[in-house]
């Protein structure tokens, strides 16, 4: 059986090797790559170099992305070059190049070469241009050609059990089976994987089983003699899930559920997989150091080969390799952002200790002969129990599921509306659902970016072209009478009398009269104070603010009359002098004979002070006023979006995150929406957001909201996603040529006939088509959707129950 062993592979380049492959007996085996191509003899305790096939001058033929030895002739090897040739190399040669053949078919790298099992002299090749071809190397010419209508064919493995059949598996992900004696289509396609397949291999023992690997972190096996019966589809038997993107699969022999791995990224461990406990590897050999390029059996189930980008060949034996089920943990426990809580436990396994049949007499000595369980044995009777445990709903709560469903159809996202409509239809379907804090944060985004003036802007303190309320006059007397305790004194030779277009003070009012009026008086004085008296109307307001009413109160200075009066008198503006002492109490010490810069030049803060000019159009009175200017901070809003929106994403909530993103932003950003969402949010948070919120409406099933958020998304990373994978390729029918013609094809260019006929009515569809993945066929859709309303079973009569999405 040998030990584990290693050598470090030596070449001018780099010396890691992409493949390698064994003789017939296991004796040798060949490792080969873009700068090394050597063959070793395994010897008990290392391993001996042979030969050197690659020259001093080499050229392309010389770097190999695969090499296979011949199954039955020892001499024999061929190589899958990068550059498109697939070379046969013969070791028995007696000069230093011992090219045999070159074959320079194909038009793009060649990915793999597979020799016939029981026909030495024909070699199958597949390419990165999307083509097979089958080479008789007793040939110069004639190789045959098998179309795969694909991108690049990545593996291809003859079936040891059928001679005629071999696999292919491609970068779309579909597994095809050919028949050599038919190369014009494959006998059956299905697809395998949602991403790139890159090997296959067939069982030794089991016919018809085969194992495929991809980059979607899974090893699936399949029964190809089956077309999905029951729950299987297309005859899946087993799937194993890995921690990266497999790049090679092979069984292991005389272990019928037992198969090893490599990945192509990540783990740089080759990996031994029992079939039936998937989620753990039975056992692993950790010696490489860089990812493993390529595996191989040495014929027995204890001995396994492998070389890497690390640029060494070893060799490894099972009693050496650890085992990460020994040392799994195996208790769990996780909880979610809604309090529930889940343990997982290794369960007790029933007592599966097989007994040996005795006599009667000795029935009782069972225990004594016992047969002790297998390695195998007890990997599989390992089972876990999972546990569950929910708080308790309150009654009449809408379960979660139902709110994230509800919201995501109900919610209104188009920024074809104005944004305080949004944010109020919004509210409401949150309050309908139960999310009275959800329904709050969308009213309070209303009152602070749906408003007229923002919370960036205020009105000023004493605006007098704005209409003051009596509410709010009453607040502002209030607050006068506070600083000022002359207010009342000031009024008391004041009366208010109705004009016919304004008001009339009256110097001579009685004693009694002053408490009556006092209030009215203040009122009166203060707007007079603030420059909001007198602009009623035009009639009267000569009279209000004439000479001689002004005479007496030591503000004429502050107001100008400009064409009132039948006589065109006006009231020519002197510099700004003292504000009466009656009006508010003085908050700074103002100079005697100051002027009017020494009133305005105050302290930056609650003394300084400013104009206001306001021009009536209907009266052609201009007020001058002077009033305190409002030096409060102002306050910006973002900043508390921003906490509020990650404050919903960490607690789970990344739907309403993303929806009220949507709501500022107006869409996809642009004008106002814009300048509200600028540096709210990172990028890269931003695009977890919305992936995580696209993966949650996946799983609900509700593809047409995803596809609407994708649409709405500001960012081009994620914006473009549902620009992928929109294009389907058809081939024909009746014999598989790719209808490549623009615009769509009514018929093959090969056969002529029409490649898209309804299974239901025969007739050509030339509009929207639905068909089935599993079996292919397909027609109108509302035929389609009649037809399966009423049965299971496939309309074209093939048997197979076809599931539409």
Not at 330 to 356: F, K, L, W, Y
Not at 475 to 503: F, N
Not at 724 to 749: D, F, I
């Amino acid at each position: 059986m040998g030990r584990t062993m290693h050598v470090v592979l030596e070449a001018q380049g780099k010396p890691h090797a992409n493949a390698l492959d064994l003789c017939q007996d296991g004796s040798k085996v060949v490792v080969a790559g873009r700068h090394v191509f050597k063959v070793y003899s395994i010897e008990e305790d290392e391993f001996v170099e042979r030969a050197n096939l690659r020259i001093k001058n080499a050229n392309l033929n010389f770097s190999c992305n695969d090499v296979v030895w011949s199954p039955i002739d020892d001499s024999l090897i061929a190589t899958a070059a990068t550059n498109g040739a697939v070379v046969v190399w013969n070791l028995g040669r007696a000069d230093r190049s011992k090219q045999e053949q070159i074959f320079v078919d194909h038009k793009r790298t060649v990915n793999k070469v597979n020799f016939h099992p029981t026909e030495p002299s024909l070699l199958l090749s597949g390419s990165q241009d999307g083509t097979m071809k089958l080479f008789d190397l007793r040939k110069e010419e004639g190789q045959v050609t098998f179309p795969s209508n694909t991108e690049s064919v990545r593996d291809v493995q003859f079936n040891p059990h059928g001679y005629w059949q071999f696999s292919a598996v491609s970068e779309t992900g579909k597994v095809q089976l050919w028949d050599i004696r038919r190369p014009d289509r494959c006998e059956r396609q299905w697809p395998a994987h949602n991403n790139h397949v890159f090997a296959c291999d067939w069982h030794p023992e089991i016919r018809n089983q085969l194992a495929t690997a991809g980059r979607d972190k899974t090893i699936k096996v399949w029964d190809t003699g089956t077309r999905g019966k029951g729950d299987k589809t297309h005859g899946l038997e087993h799937t194993i899930h890995t921690v990266g993107p497999v790049g090679r699969v092979k069984w292991r022999p005389q272990r019928r559920d037992y198969l090893g791995s490599s990945a192509l990224v990540v783990d740089f461990a080759v990996n031994v997989w029992d079939v039936v406990r998937p989620y753990i590897p039975f056992a692993a050999f950790n010696s490489h150091t860089d990812v493993t390029t390529d595996i191989v059996w040495r014929g027995d189930p204890h001995t396994m080969l492998s070389t890497s980008k690390d640029g060494t060949l070893y060799q490894h034996v099972f009693s050496d390799a650890v085992r990460p089920a020994d040392k799994a943990n195996p208790v769990g426990m996780g909880i979610n952002c809604r309090g529930e809580v889940t343990h997982a436990h290794r369960a007790r396994p029933r007592n599966h200790q097989a007994h040996s049949v005795l006599p009667g007499k000795l029935r009782g000595a069972e225990l004594a002969f016992k047969k002790p369980l297998s390695q195998t044995e007890l990997f599989r009777l390992c089972t876990s129990a999972l546990q569950l445990h929910q708080p308790r709903a309150p009654a009449g709560q809408v379960p979660e599921e139902t709110v994230l469903r509800e919201s995501a159809a109900r919610y209104r996202l188009s920024p074809a509306a104005s944004l305080a409509d949004l944010c109020d239809h919004n509210a409401g379907v949150a309050r309908s659902l139960g999310r009275h804090q959800v329904a709050l944060t969308w009213t309070v985004l209303k009152t602070l970016h749906a408003s007229g003036r923002g919370p960036d802007t205020r009105p000023v303190s004493g605006d007098m072209g704005s209409v003051v309320g009596e509410q709010e006059a009453e607040r502002r007397l209030t607050r006068i009478r506070s600083q000022s305790g002359t207010a009342k004194r000031a009024a008391g030779k004041l009366k208010l009398e109705p004009a016919a277009g304004g008001r009339r003070v009256s110097g001579n009012s009685s004693e009694s009269e002053e408490e009556a009026e006092e209030e009215a008086d203040c009122r009166t004085l203060t707007q007079i104070a603030l420059g909001q008296g007198g602009l009623a109307g035009t009639t009267g307001t000569q009279d209000f603010f004439g000479e001689r009413e002004l005479a007496g109160l030591g503000v004429e200075h502050l107001v100008s009359l400009e064409g009132g009066g039948s006589a065109g008198q006006q009231a020519r503006m002197p510099g700004w002098g003292e504000l009466p002492s009656e009006a508010f109490e003085q908050r700074h010490e103002i100079k005697e004979g100051g002027r009017e810069e020494d009133l305005l030049a105050g302290e930056e803060g609650e003394g300084a002070m400013q104009t206001v000019t306001v021009e009536d159009k209907t009266s052609d009175v201009v007020v001058w006023g002077v009033h305190g200017q409002d030096t409060r901070p102002s306050w910006a809003s973002g900043g508390l979006t921003a906490a509020t929106l990650a404050w919903l994403a960490e607690r789970g909530d990344v739907q309403n995150a993303v929806s009220m993103y949507i709501m500022l932003s107006g869409g996809r950003g642009g004008g106002a929406g814009e300048e509200r969402v600028k540096g709210l949010v990172e990028e890269v948070v931003l695009e977890h957001w919305w992936l995580s919120y696209i993966d949650l409406l996946h799983r609900l099933q509700l593809f047409t909201q995803a596809n609407q958020v994708l649409t709405l998304c500001p960012l081009p990373a994620v914006n473009s996603l549902n620009h992928n994978s929109t294009t389907v390729y058809t081939s024909c029918t009746k014999c598989g040529k790719y209808l490549s013609k623009s615009g769509g094809a009514w018929w093959c260019e090969r056969c002529r006939a029409p490649p898209g006929r309804c299974a239901v009515c025969h007739a050509v569809v030339r509009g929207l088509f639905v068909w089935c993945q599993g079996c292919g066929h397909g027609g109108h859709v509302l035929h389609i959707q009649r037809w399966m309303a009423a049965r299971a079973t496939c309309p074209a009569g093939c048997g197979h129950k076809c599931q539409y999405n």
